[in-house]
């Protein structure tokens, strides 16, 4: 039986981090990478009773912290003022990374420049020249949850599909990626294919023709 | 041994020496020891070796003591940043080293050098060009890079509370580097907002046994 679906329409960053909350099984301790996976925390629903963890060392992060709420000391990996919910934890930064390469978290959302159809992510440099490198966590993130997602756009601005063949860009975590959601198809990786779940604003044979990977309706 | 209380915090870092390897707490302004970096950059300690998540912000702390070219070497995840210009015009104008290392790397050879670990083989890494060179093993099926402590001669933290004794308790998420840290430096200088007797600090609350502390300078809090 095929799960396969379409919209009309393309998805909106917002219907994206919907769709990737909406996975997110309840219970699930998670880790939002910076950007746009940020914003799904923001369609997380209290019955799910995730937890999310950030890096810099704490479990039961809550939402971005306003006014009188604002604690120099309580920020998250973005450096950005949070707030703690009930029942959260600190911990210092190699327990944090301990907990995330021991496989502990459920599921880990991040950005790419490009993910490979064996599951390789590139997200962490460009390898432009006279680029300054930085990793911060993206390495031990993207190889350390049981399930790392990523959420990008398909394509770049000259029409390039980010969902590869083999990564131009240095690699990150070699196999790691199982989720893709783009604005116009979400992918699954798994027994070496790529299969298609849903494709929005587009049909999935002009999918394929603007993919260089083989792709199967799931 | 209990640990010294300083004066002041020229005081606390009076034995920085040039060419010392120097652990600076902090993730973001969360946990920063700014107090004991401006101290640094007054003692005029110069070659240091310092490792950090990030290579400075701003006009401030660590970003100053890389302008005034007093760092040979950072060890770090995260130097690119909007606000890292002294960093970004060091390292172009190639007055710095930069070893770039995955952020739970960092910590994990921190924490290994701490705990007397000679070194150990992550996932992290593995196949990217922060590998290249190398020891690379696959264990079960899993690669594998072996990755090996950083040892220093010195750790500057800031913690919320010290006793006497050198125990200490953190606050929130500025507690980040502080325990490793204190562990891997043959000396840890903190900073903290204030010092109390022996006995006032809950032994079950204690998130640094005072064992890996050597010099305590009371600063009084910012809130």
Redesign the interface.
Known sequence: MSNYSSTQEKLSRDEMAQKVAADIPSGAFVNLGIGQPTNVSNFLTSEQGVTLHTENGMLGMGPVATGEDIDEDLINAGKIPVTELPGASFFHHADSFAMMRGGHLDVCVLGAFQVSEAGDLANWHTGAEGAIPAVGGAMDLAIGAKQTWVMMSLFTKSGESKLVEALSYPVTGLGCVSRIYTEVAIFELRDSKVFVRSAHGISFEELQSKVPVELTKA | MAPRIASSAADAVAEIKDGSTVLIGG?????QPMELIDALMECGATDLTVVNNNAGQADAGLALLIKERRVKKIIC?????SDSWH??EA??AGDIE?E?????????R??AAGAGIGGFF?????????AEGKETRVIDGK?YVLETPINADFALIKALKADTMGNLV???????????MATAAKQAIVQVDEVVEAGNLDPENV?TPGIYVDTVVALGGNK
């Open positions: 993730f973001g302004n969360a946990g995840s995260f130097p690119r940043q960093f970004d390292y172009r930069l770039l290392v995955p952020q739970g790397n960092l910590a994990e921190i924490r992550t996932p992290t890494g593995y196949g990217t060009l922060l690669g953190y606050r929130k998420t500025a507690r980040n580097f502080g325990p490793i998130i």
